[in-house]
T-cell receptor
């Protein structure tokens, strides 16, 4: 059981480049999330999705875009990368609030550096 | 605004000591609260999840409590070991989102 899988694990981007961070889960979870974690800080929510075709902004959405065409996949797109986007990105999934087994599971993270 | 605060920010204890990590949240309308462990350079591992209707959960040497009315949760670690050294994160589920505290960095000295 793979859980939540993120690719790539590491990436260096030049300013102005774009890329997509991939996230796949095999637990049939409806809820999926993207977070960023900066040194010494907690996790900040970028975008989330409550099901295929439904996405919404979190706390820090500027500079990012997402899509959710299937239950399994929730890619995060960075357009015009900026140094402020240097961070570790985590994808997570859960069954959703108020449900049994609503525990959230996280991927191993993508460490992104923008230079 | 829904905020989660963790105290202390860092903690260093000798091996064998019992310890308590604290988490407080501003909005008591929660669905559940989850404690995670994060090792350096790694992802988050779920330790315990407490549903809003529950008061506590236990797993091995870990016990987490929840008091919704006061907006507090504690994570109790018994007989700490060097392998417990990590960052511990508290996350509160509000409807469609998980809101995280900044974490407590724990170091257990042998």
């Amino acid at each position: 059981n793979a859980g939540v899988t993120q690719t790539p694990k590491f990436r260096i981007l030049k300013i102005g480049q774009s890329m997509t961070l991939q996230c796949t889960q095999d637990m049939n979870h409806n809820y999926m999330y993207w977070y960023r974690q900066d040194p010494g800080m907690g996790l900040k929510l970028i975008y989330y999705s409550v099901g295929a075709g439904i996405t919404d902004k979190g706390e820090v959405p500027n500079g990012y875009n997402v899509s959710r065409s299937t239950t399994e996949d929730f890619p995060l797109r960075l357009e015009l990368a900026a140094p402020s986007q240097t961070s570790v990105y985590f994808c997570a999934s859960s069954g959703g609030p108020g449900r049994m087994n609503t525990e959230a599971f996280f991927g191993q993270g993508t460490r992104l550096t923008v230079v | 605004k829904q905020e989660v605060t963790q105290i202390p920010a860092a903690l260093s204890v000798p091996e064998g000591e019992n310890l308590v990590l604290n988490c407080s949240f501003t909005d008591s309308a929660i669905y559940n609260l989850q404690w995670f462990r994060q090792d350096p350079g790694k992802g988050l591992t779920s330790l315990l999840l407490i549903q809003s209707s529950q008061r506590e959960q236990t797993s091995g040497r870990l016990n987490a409590s929840l008091d919704k009315s006061s907006g507090r949760s504690t994570l109790y670690i018994a007989a700490s070991q060097p392998g417990d050294s990590a960052t511990y994160l508290c996350a509160v589920e509000y409807g469609n989102k998980l809101v995280f505290g900044a974490g407590t960095i724990l170091r257990v000295k042998s």
